[in-house]
Structure formats: structure tokens, C-alpha cells
């Protein structure tokens, strides 16, 4: 029985032909099977090894080109070739040799013209300070080479938000230069400390890597004063303050964790609460409404605010965005992300962590001193905005005939601005080039962020063609220079004046422009007392005002615009976010008028710290797709993360600093906040002192006339001040280079909102005299003909002996 198995059938079958056959094909097919498989594993193998040496001499020669880098001359060829930019300073190695000595061989004396001129560096200070620059800029530019594998995607709200933001190309090299000062301000100031010696903060300190130039502005008290104002604001006042491309200003030392450049963190050492988290616990959406005044107020705002500020961003390898929530383990050292916790409304349904933020770059000083951030644009209303910064933007911009303008003509024989050609700026669409129809090119690049804002620059461009053509006519012998000069003196005139006349009083109210003399005069000239060494009147932009303060009109904006169509008597709502690079309504044969009688008609949300959700969930989305599930990004996290980064202390420091008196606690503040705000900021933030100036500010109950609470006052107001008296070429002023006459003043102080908008709108017959007011028995609405405005009839040549634009003549002023 054991003999018969179910073993013995299959060995039985195992002896047949069939089988032998059968067994030797498998055997054969194993064996090219193995075959197969080796060959494939010896190609793998090549295929790493190769890919592997190929990496590790992509790594070395990395390594041996940043490495190299450390020479001042290699890294001077890395910065023409990659930025454009080649340092104008001497190079470090001659630099340290033609150094003034005094006392001692190795002691070199470097004064500083605006702190303290006895501080002093000794030449081994000198030397670990320059070695720890040049490893900064070796390191970071390196992060930029691995940042840019994993590029920022586009398009995208992040990439939107980036061109927002706008960053101009030279930014890159300045910034680079400012990273060495930090580098070397931390090495020296762990020196001092050390050896128990004196802080270093404040002593000049030239690396060789920013232009001669760049340093000399802050230093040099002569300047060429010519007539008219320069395009990037300097000559106007001493050491460059207010002039594009440099520093903003403190008054107060800046928060930063590690007192030099990290993001403020709690007075504990802890981590702050994510912005975020605060975004969504005090800043949540609330419907509300203010009816005395209208979204104009907001645009004008956000106009004005673009004219005087725009803070600059890090960049990466040719002006290339930084992602900052990539997959990639290595971080760019200038992210600095918003944290998004469980539980998020809107991002726990797409599994978001992180919220794209990176980190304002860094200002050269040519001193040692903390992270100080860079306004790209002159701190002066100065119509910027509408003319460029720079003289590149500028010439752009003008059409060199006249003194106007360049525009483009419609079919209709309607001007717009000049069409932008970046198909990567965020706004222009493929759909839309195929119509002809693109975004458009302004003094400043932010123009086609929201369509009222894109308006406002159309009617101010407009308005300089308007008078450039009178004045023309005035003056047939006037060349295109000259046109150009004297129209741009005047528009810059009338933003000056509507500023201070119609926006200000209504953010600050009429008591205080009265306390502090701020309303324009209805006759005569201004009193100036000039004292180009007094830093009260240094017009320069404060970090607070552009990272914090004037960034309150956010909460003023509905999250829906009612737009009226007056030919049919319909109304229709569009979200607020829709608006948002999205001006090819403006092609249309009544998108100017639409879209300027919506900001007229619409009023504004009250101030508080609630911000419409579209701007906390769906800013900077695709403005034409329809999305179920907003994926924006959040515009109170970003203004929130901003003032960290910058290092703006907290609310209560600028509480007490505003005079409002010391808060040791959260019930210290009972009475002066609003109470909900109160308590949910109380369970956020470990100390009262941790508390952000934006959220705290925005939660103060406002003045009996004033729009804002009294610490942004405070803040604002100062800053107006400074944007008055701190201008060589404020309108009203006799005492400045080229100034207007008595009776053109008298007809300057005509200028007002509304009329330009009259003189420049489409098919607009009738406005409320104050349009950033609602219509009301004190503010009628009436014909555009019944509203006053200027005539330029006394800018005609022969009528005063005080005009004489024909003279290219410049005299040289000493700036003291």
C-alpha cells in the first residue's frame, strides 16, 4: 500500500516524453529569465553609478564654485553674471589696506555719519566680520541653486500674491549685500560680547559688495537740486531719506528673537501662535457696514499707499519666486511658512500644512546693525505711482511727445493704460491675448491687483495727458521735457492736496489735522521750517506704517461689490475676489464707469479686526474659474507674519509709545478693546506683551471723528507729518527750489477727486463732491459741470516772471 502514493502517478508522468520536453523548455526559459534579469540589474547598476558620479561632480563643482565664491573677485563675477550686478566698492583686500589708521597699526577707525562718529572697529573685528560675510552670501546663494529645482508654481495664489508683491530685479544684489551685514554684525557683536566690550551696532561697515554709490547716499551731504523732483526721490532730503531703494525707518529698536534678524517671537522664547489661528479666532468674517463712507475711500487708500511704500521681497536665482511649502527637506533660509493646524475650516479639506510666506528682503546700510527691511519706491506723495520710481519705468512709460503719457487706443477711441506684455505676471490670460486684450503697465506694478485699483491708475494717467495737452496749447514752445516736468509737478500737486483734504481727515479726523496743522491752507504759503539734521521731520516710510498701520483698510472692504448698470436699471453682485487681476472689464465700452460708480455706490465694512472671508479664504484664487472649495491664500496671516518678520514689537509696546499708557495684563486693556477680541486673544497669546500690533490695533475701539483706534493714529498721523514736513517740494511750500506762484496755488486748491474723475471718466455726468464720502444732505450728488476745478491758464510763460521752464540750468545746493 505505501508503494502506491500520490507520489507515483507524477513519477510515472515524470518518466514520459512529453514531460522531458516540456521540462527542458522551462529550464530553458529560467534560464533566459536569468538572463534577463542580470542584464537588467548591470544596466541598473550602470545607471546609478553613472548617475551617481554625475551628482557627486555636480555637488563637487557646486561646492567648488561657491566654494571659490569666497574670493572677492570670483564672487564679484557671480554677482555680475547672475544679478547683473558688479560691486562698485573697492575689493576687500584693497579696501582694508587704504583704511585710515590711527594710534595703533591694526586699529582702523570707521566713522558712522548717523549714529555715533567715536565707534570704532579694530582690524581683527574687521577681517572675522568680512570672513563671515562672505560665507553668508556663499551660503545663500548656494540655498538659491537647490531652491531653484523646486520653483514656486504658476499660476497659483502664491504666485499671484509674489507679483503683488512686486520685487524689482536689483533687489537680489542688495539683498546679498545686507546678508553680510548681518553675518558679519552677528560674528562681531559674539566678539564683543566675549570680552565683555561695548555693542558694535551702529559703526560703518562697507563689505565691498554694494555699489559706492549705495553707501555714499547715506553719507553724502551734498547733492545736485535741480527744479523739479527726481524720479526715485533723492536730492530731496540729507542721506537719502525718502529716496526709492533704501532702508525704512525705526522708532523703536526692533523685536527680532535672536536680536538681529530671526522673526519676533513670545516673551517667553516660545513660538508664537500661528497667524493663521489668530486669523481665524479674532479676525473671523462679521457682515457689517459703515454708510457714511464709500469703497473709494479704501481705493484712494490703497492708491496712496502704493505711492509712498512697497516693501521688496527675497528672491531667488534670477528673480525667481522661493517656495516655501515644497515637498524638498532642505528649507531656503528666507522661508518663513505659516503654520496651518487641524481642525482649519478651509485647509483641513485639502490636507494643507503650511501656508507659503517668504520674508522681506534685507536693506544694505553699509553699517552693523539688525535685519532692516527695503522700500523700493520714494517715500514722497509724489504721484510714483503713476510715473515709476526709476528712470527706467519712467522712459517706459512716456511717450516723448508733448509731455504725455503713452497709452493705448480702444476701437471706441477710448485710452487705457499701456498694455503688459508678461505672460508670467500673474494676470494675463491666454484667452484673453487672443481678444487683443491684456492686463495693464503703470508706474508701478501692483496697477492690475483689483480692478478699482487698475481704475484709479487709468484716471490719473489720463489726467496727466489732460493737462500735459493744455498746457501745450498754453505754451506752444514748451518742449516734451518740459511738458512732462511741469504737468508731472502739478499732478503730484493734487495728490498732495485730495490726500490731505478729503482721505485723511477722514482716517484721523478733523481734530487731530487741526491739532497738528495738517489741513491744507486756503491761502498763502506754508511756514517752512527746515532743519535738514532734525529726524523729526525725516520723511523716510517707518517699518510699522508700511508693515502694519496702513495696511487697516483690508478691514474696511465688503466681500461683495454691487455693480449697477444704469442703461438697463439692473444690479448685479460680484465677489470681491473676483476682482482681483481681473481688469479687462475696463475694455468694455462702460467698464470705467462701472467700475468707479461701484466704488462711489458701495459702502464700507466698520473698522474692526473681522476681514471678509474673500480675503481670508479666496485671495489671490483664479479671478474667472468657479471654484466649490476656496483654496486662497489668507491676507490677514500674511499681514500678521509680515510684522514678525520684520520684527515689529508688540501692540502694547506701541501702546505705551503712542502715550496710551502701559498694559501689564489683558485686563489692563478691558475698555479699550473690544471685548470678544479681547478674550480670544487672551487664549492665544501667552502674555499681553505677545499680542501682534495689526490684530491689536484693528481690535481698538476708534476716536469719537477718527475712522481707526488711537495707536494707529498716533502712528499715522506721524508719518503724514513727516510726508509733509519732511518734503522739500511740498506744494505749498515757498521755500522750496521751483515753487508755485501764489495764484496758481490758489487754483491747485481747487483740485478734487471728483473732478478729476469728472474730466476723466467715461460717460460720468454727475458725482458727490467728496466721492470717498456717501451722498448725503452735506454731500449732494451734482452735475460734473457744477464742480469746481483748476485752470492752467497762469502757468502760461509770460504771466509771471517766476516761471522760467525753458532754464535747464540746475544749481548746487548743499543739503547740511
Known amino acids: 500500500m505505501r508503494g502506491i502514493t500520490e507520489r507515483t502517478p507524477l513519477r510515472r508522468h515524470m518518466d514520459s516524453p512529453d514531460y522531458v520536453e516540456f521540462a527542458s523548455l522551462l529550464r530553458t526559459r529560467r534560464t533566459r529569465i536569468r538572463q534577463f534579469q542580470c542584464c537588467i540589474c548591470g544596466i541598473l547598476i550602470v545607471v546609478f553609478t553613472m548617475a551617481l558620479v554625475i551628482s557627486i561632480s555636480y555637488s563637487i563643482s557646486n561646492s567648488t564654485a561657491i566654494d571659490n565664491a569666497t574670493s ?113 554684525t552677528r560674528t562681531i557683536e559674539n566678539m564683543r560680547s566675549t570680552h565683555d566690550e561695548s555693542s558694535a551696532i551702529g559703526t560703518f561697515f562697507d563689505s565691498g559688495w554694494v555699489s559706492k554709490s549705495v553707501c555714499k547716499q547715506y553719507f553724502d551731504r551734498s547733492c545736485k537740486i535741480g527744479k523739479y523732483r527726481t524720479i526715485n526721490g533723492s536730492c530731496n532730503r540729507p542721506r537719502g531719506w525718502g529716496s526709492s531703494m533704501t532702508p525704512f525707518r525705526r522708532v523703536l529698536p526692533p523685536d527680532y528673537a535672536d536680536g538681529i534678524e530671526s522673526p519676533r517671537k513670545a516673551r517667553s522664547g516660545k513660538e508664537l501662535p500661528s497667524a493663521r489661528e489668530v486669523s481665524l479666532k479674532v479676525h473671523n468674517p462679521s457682515a457689517s457696514s459703515n454708510p457714511s463712507f464709500t469703497v473709494m475711500l479704501a481705493v484712494f487708500g490703497q492708491f496712496l499707499d502704493h505711492d509712498v511704500t512697497a516693501t521688496a521681497l527675497s528672491q531667488g536665482i534670477n528673480g525667481r519666486s522661493i517656495a516655501c511649502c515644497s515637498s524638498s527637506r532642505e528649507q531656503h533660509p528666507e522661508c518663513f511658512p505659516i503654520r496651518i493646524g487641524t481642525g482649519d475650516p478651509m485647509h483641513d479639506l485639502t490636507n494643507r500644512t503650511c501656508m507659503d510666506f517668504v520674508r522681506s528682503a534685507p536693506a544694505p546700510r553699509c553699517e552693523l546693525g539688525p535685519r532692516e527691511q527695503l522700500n523700493q519706491v520714494s517715500a514722497f506723495i509724489d504721484g510714483s505711482a503713476i510715473y515709476g520710481s526709476n528712470n527706467e519705468t519712467t522712459s517706459d512709460l512716456r511717450e516723448f511727445t508733448g509731455g504725455r503719457l503713452r497709452m493705448q487706443l480702444t476701437p471706441n477711441n477710448r485710452t487705457l493704460l499701456p498694455a503688459s506684455m508678461n505672460p508670467d505676471d500673474g494676470c494675463n490670460r491666454e484667452a484673453e491675448r487672443r481678444r487683443g486684450r491684456y492686463c495693464f503697465a503703470a508706474g508701478d506694478a501692483r496697477a492690475n491687483e483689483n480692478l478699482h485699483l487698475t481704475t484709479m491708475h487709468l484716471l490719473w494717467a489720463r489726467q496727466h495727458n489732460r493737462i500735459a495737452d493744455e498746457l501745450s496749447k498754453i505754451n506752444p514752445s514748451w518742449s516734451d521735457e518740459v511738458l512732462f516736468q511741469e504737468t508731472r509737478r502739478i499732478v503730484g500737486a493734487q495728490l498732495q492736496h485730495i490726500t490731505y483734504r478729503e482721505f485723511l481727515p477722514i482716517i484721523v479726523g478733523d481734530e487731530k489735522m487741526k491739532k497738528y496743522d495738517l489741513k491744507p491752507l486756503n491761502l498763502g504759503y506754508r511756514k517752512q521750517t527746515y532743519d535738514p539734521n532734525d529726524l523729526e521731520n525725516d520723511p523716510t516710510i517707518a517699518n510699522h506704517f508700511a508693515a502694519a498701520a496702513f495696511r487697516f483698510a483690508h478691514t474696511l472692504l465688503p466681500g461683495l461689490m454691487r455693480m449697477t448698470d444704469a442703461e438697463k436699471g439692473t444690479s448685479s453682485y460680484v465677489e470681491l475676489h473676483r476682482m482681483l487681476f481681473n481688469p479687462y472689464s475696463l475694455y468694455a465700452e462702460d467698464g470705467v464707469r462701472r467700475s468707479i460708480s461701484s466704488a462711489t455706490t458701495n459702502v464700507i465694512q466698520k473698522y474692526s479686526t473681522h476681514v471678509t472671508s474673500q480675503l481670508t479664504s479666496n485671495l489671490f484664487e483664479d479671478p474667472v474659474a468657479n471654484f466649490t472649495t476656496p483654496c486662497g491664500l489668507d491676507l490677514v496671516s500674511l499681514n500678521i507674519q509680515r510684522g514678525r518678520d520684520h520684527g515689529l514689537p508688540g501692540y502694547t509696546v506701541w501702546r505705551e509709545y503712542c502715550g496710551l499708557g502701559k498694559a501689564e495684563t489683558f485686563n489692563d486693556l478691558e475698555g479699550y478693546l473690544n471685548h470678544q477680541d479681547l478674550e480670544q486673544m487672551s487664549m492665544l497669546y501667552e502674555s499681553v506683551d505677545d499680542i501682534d500690533l495689526y490684530t491689536g490695533a484693528l481690535s481698538e475701539i476708534p476716536e469719537s471723528d477718527s475712522l481707526v483706534g488711537p495707536t494707529f493714529t498716533c502712528l499715522i498721523i506721524d508719518q503724514f507729518i513727516r510726508l509733509q514736513k519732511g518734503d522739500r517740494f511740498w506744494y505749498e511750500y515757498a521755500e522750496q527750489p521751483y515753487p508755485f506762484t501764489g495764484e496758481q496755488l490758489v487754483e491747485l486748491r481747487k483740485s478734487s477727486l471728483a473732478k478729476i474723475i469728472c474730466d476723466n471718466s467715461d460717460e460720468i455726468t454727475h458725482a458727490q463732491v467728496e466721492l470717498m464720502r456717501s451722498v448725503g444732505s452735506n454731500n449732494p450728488m451734482v452735475p460734473c459741470e457744477n464742480i469746481q476745478g483748476p485752470s492752467f491758464i497762469l502757468w502760461k510763460e509770460n504771466l509771471t516772471s517766476n516761471l522760467t521752464p525753458t532754464d535747464k540750468k540746475f544749481k548746487q545746493i548743499k543739503i547740511l
Not at 547683473?84 to 558712522?112: D, K, M, Q, W
Request: aromatic share 6%.
Open 72 to 184: 572677492p573677485g570670483n564672487l564679484s563675477v557671480i554677482l555680475r553674471e547672475s544679478l547683473g550686478f558688479a560691486p562698485g566698492a573697492t575689493s576687500h583686500a584693497s579696501f582694508s589696506s587704504t583704511v585710515s589708521a590711527t594710534v595703533e597699526p591694526n586699529y582702523i577707525l570707521i566713522r558712522n555719519a548717523n549714529v555715533n562718529t567715536s565707534k570704532s572697529l579694530n582690524g581683527h573685528e574687521y577681517m572675522q566680520g568680512l570672513r563671515a560675510s562672505e560665507r553668508a552670501i556663499k551660503d545663500r546663494l548656494f540655498a538659491d541653486m537647490i531652491a531653484a529645482k523646486s520653483p514656486l508654481p504658476s499660476p497659483s495664489p502664491e504666485s499671484r500674491h509674489r507679483y503683488a508683491v512686486s520685487t524689482y530685479p536689483n533687489v537680489s544684489a542688495l539683498a546679498l549685500a545686507a546678508i553680510g551685514e548681518i553675518a558679519a
